[in-house]
């Protein structure tokens, strides 16, 4: 191709389309209503699937792609449509969050922007006679914009990546039997509207959606519009359908079928039918009852057919209202996203991820930021999910020509104040630029017209990220004057003056608290929060109980869904998932890709059990034993729990639970409380039990299959727990356990404290330089070294986002702190009646190099004369010199770390489990009795980090795989209190340094940390830093651990 004569369309802000046909609502042809009640296109005769093997060639500028008359594509490579060329061989994946990844120069994209050339050859189906059909060449998505020929004749030209384009190509096909047609297809990886598709995401290109070709009679339906009416008491509803039309109708019937099939009512019009729905043939759509009626247009041989829900929303009374009833979002964000195939995901991998968010609870979704596969709406419509449905505009790459020119100005801002100067700032670049309106307008025209038939697209969303300006504000007077029947949504619209709501982003619980109590004329919305980077999201418990407390506040939506990894593989073979810099990716966001409540390949992580906890639909409210009662809270809307099942079991102290027994539930309707009485079995129980702590466990289950899962699934859970009268605790004292042993025996050497049993070869040597000991009984080597206090973890990706405290700790080099030995002491009970006890108080400075500032401790050991037992207390406080280098103000951690023999390998506990629990991240797990291997303890986040802590735990124990016997088995419980607790193989500064899972480099021991305290997660990678309840304040502490060996099948010593 030579240098264009005049600016090509892909960097012409003029053109955005070329014969492109309007849009229209999604939909397929069929040739009769039994074909068309499949939903199936592939049924119909009216569709051809274009999916496949295309040729392609591969350029980096449009003006090195070859001109079509003189290139043989029978000669190029095979490609796979749909797919992402950089995920098939030619160029490279690249990820930006904010920043466009070329000059900031509107509207203009460089020449040196690559270029995917499509070719292949089709037939038509011989049904087809284009003497009595319109064929209709379809893209649901291309990514960023395309030049398309038909038979070597240019067709039209459309952009927008995520929107549809259909072009009329009857003129140009050769038709008849066997008669071949070709289409070719130019893609350019940039183009002026990439300004406004800058979403967090990865830049991948080519034809990623569905390409095929769909017949019209020539006499028909063009489009149409169904719109549900209810009257305000919901006992009478009205479907509408207005159709356009092409060539001669005169009319066309509209049927409307119940949801068992059912003929509702019929109707014929020449533009406009209206059927009238009432009584017991009335049911109303929603997430918990999702029902949907079918629509069936008919007009001669065209059969459309739409499925569709009879539901009402509005803002009414300062909420937003579904069917009249306030509802709350438990949402989240989902980009599209495939671990191989990137944005082309397979429908079934897309309907896995659907149903995954209706088994764990999620009854919304916002399509960030673009929308989605047509068929993701049609799935949504069936299972019950309520849509935030979003434009493709985003525009935050501004964000960074302007921070640099107001860094530049050296202004004394605050970060608050400095941001939102940038906000303002940035918008006369394109938001509130005059010459961008049509662009911005495309693309609400493009959202509401394809979608408007979609039951689940309840709000518009007019994009995110792109500031405010009068192109936002026009596209909201269009949508409202188009689509009355829908909210609409924009976060940057800061006051809601075009929005119908009040929406934000990652407040801190105070901020929302303030919101609802000072603005109290519409409600407010969290279309982004908890950010789920790593090792998180902590405090999501706290927001849903905010949500469900505050009645302005609806709820908000997870960022995000799914980690947005790419398989990969090392040069040594092994398979990873790739994030920003490791396809020689420049100018990166690195892994802030990865920040999704699912693993790369949309397997749940703990941050998904974690938010199906919180927001179950069933919760316990209080329990009175003594009355055998409980009081259950349904948080549904529009169920009751007649759909659920209900079983209750017990869990004393140190055992495991009783099997489940079923209970009756009530009636109990929607977000109504009921006391509920125990079964009297159960009651029993819990009375001979009474000695022992105890935990009532509820379980609430579906009691018949649904199209999301099957019967048995569980949806809620509650353990309630039962205290004992007087718990016993466990003495600091370690000659309280072992009695009546002869005194060991006391040597020193130079630097060691050497404390030997009488009657073993039992050991105990102190190291007085470096502090700690190693433990050997007469089993094998228990402590090869500790215990040790510590104050620091590895780092989490919450820690060393903008919100989070690493950067404090980074600043304080608290990684680096280390423990250094001041003084040690030590003494025998030597006294009658005494087991000769031996006490040990080592003086300790824990700090950084070059740096002032250390805790001061004290660790004070007690040794059991049969040295099976020792205890530590350890006290101590941050130690702060005036007018000096600074200090933490909050830590990691407090606990202990001991290195052991690798033998060990099994882990048993009574605490939280199975999963990693932390401070602000335990909800989904269960107190109980549970084993694991070291390796099961382990969570491999995708960058590796903080991980596996067992949280509320009463004791522990570790022991070797069964046939070693060269290893005693090590318990450790702490006084006045549970603990924490990681067994692992991997360093903290190992999982610091790390940058991938394979990367890990295993020690020759294990490392077991013990912690008395423990910083929260928060979200701050975009987000807050944990909430106060949560916050570890470097302040006095004062905690006792206890470790004893015990001999296998030793029952638990409470």
Not at 166 to 183: A, M, R, Y
Not at 197 to 213: A, H, K, M, N, P
Not at 228 to 243: G, H, M, P, R
Request: glycine share 8%; net charge negative.
């Amino acid at each position: 191709m030579s240098l264009p004569e005049s600016q090509p369309d892909w960097n012409n802000l003029k053109v955005l389309q070329r014969n492109r046909r309007p849009t229209r609502a999604h939909f397929y042809n069929y040739e009769d209503e039994i074909t068309a009640l499949t939903l199936d296109r592939n049924k119909s005769a009216l569709y051809r699937s274009l999916n496949g093997s295309w040729k392609f060639r591969h350029d980096l500028s449009p003006l090195e792609a070859p001109d079509w008359a003189a290139t043989d594509p029978n000669l190029w490579d095979d490609i796979t449509v749909p797919g992402m060329w950089q995920l098939q061989g030619y160029g490279s994946p690249h990820y930006t969050n904010v920043n466009y990844p070329f000059p900031v120069d509107p509207p203009n994209v460089p020449l040196e922007n690559e270029t995917g050339s499509y070719w292949r050859k089709f037939t038509m189906p011989q049904s087809w006679d284009v003497g009595t059909h319109t064929v209709k060449l379809r893209f649901e998505g291309v990514d960023s914009s395309y030049h398309v020929w038909v038979n070597g004749n240019e067709v039209g030209y459309s952009q927008g990546s995520r929107n549809a384009a259909e072009f009329d190509i009857t003129s140009l096909l050769n038709n008849g039997k066997d008669c071949v047609n070709t289409v070719a297809v130019r893609v350019y990886k940039f183009c002026d509207g990439t300004y406004i598709e800058d979403q967090d995401q990865w830049w991948l290109s080519g034809i990623f959606r569905d390409v095929y070709l769909i017949a019209f009679p020539q006499h028909g339906i063009s489009d149409f519009t169904l719109t549900t009416n209810l009257d305000d008491t919901f006992t009478q509803a009205e479907i509408t359908a207005s159709v356009e039309t092409h060539g001669d109708v005169r009319d066309f019937k509209l049927k409307l079928l119940s949801p068992d099939g059912g003929l509702v009512g019929q109707g014929a019009d020449s533009t406009s039918v209206t059927i009238r729905v009432t009584g017991t043939e009335l049911k109303l759509w929603s997430a918990e009852q999702p029902v949907l009626y079918t629509v069936l247009l008919v007009c001669g041989n065209q059969v459309i057919p739409q499925r569709i829900g009879i539901r009402r929303v509005e803002v009414r009374n300062a909420n937003i209202l579904l069917n009249g009833q306030p509802i709350i979002f438990y949402g989240v964000n989902r980009h599209e996203h495939h671990p191989t195939l990137g944005r082309s995901v397979p429908y079934e991998f897309m309907r896995r991820d659907l149903i995954t968010m209706k088994q764990h609870n999620v009854n919304a979704v916002r399509t960030s930021h673009y929308p989605n596969d047509p068929r993701m709406y049609e799935v949504a419509d069936e299972l019950g999910l309520y849509v935030i449905n979003e434009a493709d505009l985003e525009c935050h790459g501004f964000y960074k020509p302007e921070r640099a020119k107001l860094a530049a100005q050296g202004l004394q801002l605050s970060r608050v104040e400095f941001r939102e100067r940038v906000y303002v700032e940035s918008r006369p670049w394109i938001s509130d630029n005059p010459a961008w309106r049509e662009a911005y307008l495309d693309r609400a025209v493009q959202l509401v017209e394809r979608f408007k038939n979609s039951t689940c697209s309840i709000i518009w969303s007019l994009g995110n990220e792109a500031f405010y300006g009068q192109n936002l504000a026009a596209m909201y007077h269009w949508v409202k004057k188009r689509d009355p029947m829908r909210l609409v949504h924009y976060e940057a619209d800061r006051e809601a003056v075009t929005a119908d709501f009040y929406s934000s982003m990652y407040n801190t619980l105070d901020e929302l608290r303030d919101h609802a109590a000072s603005k109290t004329d519409r409600p407010l919305i969290l279309c982004e929060y908890a950010h789920a980077m790593g090792n998180g999201p902590g405090g999501l418990k706290d927001y849903i109980d905010t949500f469900r407390s505050e009645k302005m506040l609806q709820g908000g939506f997870v960022w995000q869904w799914a980690n947005h990894g790419l398989l990969t593989k090392s040069e040594d073979g092994t398979p990873f998932f790739g994030y920003g810099g490791d396809f020689g990716d420049e100018l990166n966001d690195a892994d802030f890709i990865l920040d999704g409540l699912l693993w790369s390949d949309h397997t749940p992580n703990p941050g998904l059990f974690e938010y199906k906890k919180v927001t179950e639909p069933v919760t316990v409210e209080g329990i009175n034993v003594k009355m055998g009662e409980i009081a259950l809270r349904s948080h549904y809307f529009f169920s009751d729990l007649s759909h659920l099942t209900c079983s209750w079991s017990v869990t004393v102290q140190d055992e495991e639970a009783t099997e489940p027994r079923s209970m009756d539930l009530p009636h109990i309707g929607p977000g109504l409380t009921a006391t509920v009485r125990l079964p009297a079995e159960c009651v029993t129980f819990l009375e001979a039990k009474s000695s022992s702590e105890s935990w009532v466990n509820l379980s609430f289950r579906l009691k018949s299959d649904t199209n999301w899962a099957p019967a048995g699934h569980e949806v809620a859970w509650s353990q309630v727990h039962v205290p004992s009268p007087s718990p016993g605790e466990p003495s600091n004292s370690a000659s309280a356990i072992v009695k009546n042993v002869k005194v060991p025996i006391i040597n020193t050497t130079p630097g060691r404290l050497i404390v030997s049993s009488a009657n073993s070869n039992a050991q105990m040597v102190f190291n007085l330089v470096r502090g700690g000991f190693q433990w050997t009984s007469e089993s094998g080597v228990a402590v090869t070294k500790g215990p040790d206090l510590s104050i620091y973890r590895a780092m989490t990706s919450n820690d060393l986002g903008f919100g989070g405290d690493g950067a404090e700790w980074q600043r304080c080099m608290v990684d680096w702190a280390r423990s250094a030995v001041i003084k040690t002491t030590w003494e025998q009970d030597k006294g009658d009646g005494t087991n000769g006890d031996v006490k040990v108080a080592i003086k300790v400075r824990i700090g950084p190099p070059s740096l002032s500032w250390a805790v001061r401790a004290t660790l004070e050991y007690v040794v059991s004369g049969s040295l099976t037992t020792v205890s530590i207390r350890a006290r101590g406080d941050l130690e702060r010199r005036e007018s000096a280098s600074p200090a933490p103000h909050v830590l990691p951690r407090i606990g202990l770390d001991l290195t052991l023999p690798r033998s060990y390998n099994r882990v048993h506990w009574f605490g939280r489990g199975p999963g990693e629990g932390y401070r602000d991240k335990k909800e989904a797990s269960r107190v109980g009795l549970y084993q694991a291997s070291v390796d099961e303890l382990h969570v491999p986040y995708e960058v590796p980090q903080e991980n596996g802590s067992r949280g509320d735990v009463h004791w522990v124990r570790l022991q070797a795989d069964e046939g070693i016997s060269d290893t005693p088995i090590l318990e450790v419980r702490m006084v006045h209190g549970q603990f924490n607790f990681t067994a692992r193989k991997h360093t903290p500064q190992e999982l610091d340094r790390a940058r991938h899972p394979h990367e890990l480099k295993e020690c020759d021991e294990l490392l077991l940390s013990l912690d008395y305290a423990h910083h929260g997660l928060g979200s701050g990678s975009c987000g807050p830093p944990p909430f106060e309840a949560y916050r570890l304040y470097a302040e006095p502490f004062d905690f006792t651990t206890v470790l004893r060996l015990v001999e296998d099948g030793e029952a638990m010593d409470t």
